[in-house]
């Protein structure tokens, strides 16, 4: 089957894109009203870690759902059921009158992008070849941050006004809902898988027949296609590539989720709506470029170096991430009039510590296991990290409520 083209670039691909752009943006919707919320349901930081926990612990564990999903039906239909769960939530959550709904609909919110995720990057994954695969996933990161960029400061600005007499904070999730079930609708309606181009192939025979060895063989005739997916997850944990690239992302993706209180974090610093908004924009318009640049970088420097090149540029970004997190929290005043020195540093820490995924992650895993798995691997790291790392969001509110007040 034939995908429609716009312009010459896939309408699949570019709906894709529109759905990455729309989830980051969802997701960064709380944290950029956390003042609000906190006022509206007398909810200190340490209430409001719940929020970020129990969606990421929900996403975390709920992951392998998604591996499950796409062994029996095509990915655009669990993409669309995925988007369908997180914008009726993210809609609810405006709507809630007590704290204990807000966190029931998050744990909802969270099952849906524990369901879109994966089948985003195992799409993409399918999407590009081999050598130019950073790329791809660099430009999906890239979209998929504007739309964070976008929701977040949409939401903070929109959060000091009222339309309608709904306060700005609810009317922001009732309209991300509201474009969000578009997506799901355009998701559903005109993406077509790319396992089913039968035209196009992007693994040659011999990279085919690598990955294929990775997974134990069986008697497929006697065997339920649970059970083959059961067996290929066990001879894939046991590769060394997923083991480490788990094992770093275990560690890496704590301080990024309690990068979730930036904005909070600004304005108890004294900052406005708008400079608040404006300063978590640029750290995020940084991680944009920065997850592209990464991602082509990579690219490139793995066609010279195929077994170090995208390792290499793996450890350059973590190694940023201690100078320049050092700078921002222990040296810069904590004073508005501190604005351009922390513009400056946000922008240029984005620029820099954002490529582990596009340049490595998503890459590496693509290449360890066949086409009909890699929703399954994606999905497996996404239950690993992400169950790990929300941890981090209650951890940052304990701290910010009982030692620094």
Not at 136 to 163: D, E, H, N, P
């Amino acid at each position: 089957m034939r995908t429609r083209r716009v312009f010459g670039i896939s309408l699949s691909l570019i709906i894709i894109n529109m759905a990455a752009i729309m989830e980051r943006a969802d997701e960064n919707l709380l944290p950029a009203v956390y003042k609000e919320v906190s006022e509206t349901f007398k909810a200190g930081p340490s209430d409001l870690r719940y929020l970020t926990f129990i969606r990421n612990f929900v996403q975390g564990i709920a992951s392998p759902v998604a591996g499950i999903l796409v062994i029996n039906y095509d990915r655009p239909t669990v993409l669309a059921i995925g988007i369908l769960f997180w914008s009726l939530s993210t809609g609810a959550v405006g709507a809630s009158n007590y704290f204990m709904q807000v966190g029931f609909w998050r744990a909802v919110n969270g099952f849906g992008l524990a369901i879109v995720i994966p089948a985003l990057q195992s799409f993409i994954a399918d999407s590009y070849m081999d050598e130019s695969r950073g790329t791809g996933f660099g430009f999906l990161s890239l979209v998929g941050t504007v739309g964070g960029i976008g929701g977040g400061a949409i939401a903070t600005v929109m959060a000091g006004y009222k339309f309608w007499g709904i306060p700005g904070w609810r009317f922001a999730f009732v309209m991300m809902a509201t474009f969000s079930i578009f997506i799901a609708f355009f998701v559903f309606t005109f993406v077509v898988d790319p396992r089913k181009r039968a035209n196009i192939e992007h693994d040659n025979t011999k990279n085919s027949n690598d990955r294929e060895g990775l997974i134990e063989k069986g008697n497929t005739n006697s065997m339920s296609i649970w059970m083959e997916s059961w067996t290929a997850m066990k001879a894939v944990m046991k590769v060394k590539t997923f083991q480490f690239i788990v094992l770093q992302g275990l560690v890496g993706s704590l301080p990024w989720t309690a990068m979730v209180f930036f904005t909070l974090w600004f304005e108890l610093i004294g900052f406005d709506h708008n400079s608040a908004a404006a300063l978590v924009s640029l750290f995020a318009a940084g991680c944009a470029i920065g997850s592209f640049f990464g991602g082509v970088v990579a690219d490139r420097i793995s066609h010279r170096y195929p077994h170090s090149g995208r390792i290499m540029c793996a450890q350059f970004s973590a190694f940023m991430g201690i100078p320049f997190s050092w700078f921002l929290l222990c040296i810069i005043p904590q004073s508005v009039s501190s604005y351009y020195t922390f513009a400056v540093t946000l922008f240029l820490m984005g620029l820099t510590i954002s490529w582990n995924s596009t340049a490595s992650n998503g890459p590496m895993f693509a290449e360890v296991v066949p086409s009909k798995h890699r929703t399954m691997i994606y999905a497996f790291d996404r239950a690993f990290e992400v169950s790990f790392s929300s941890f981090a969001a209650p951890v940052v509110g304990i701290l910010a409520e009982k030692l620094y007040g």
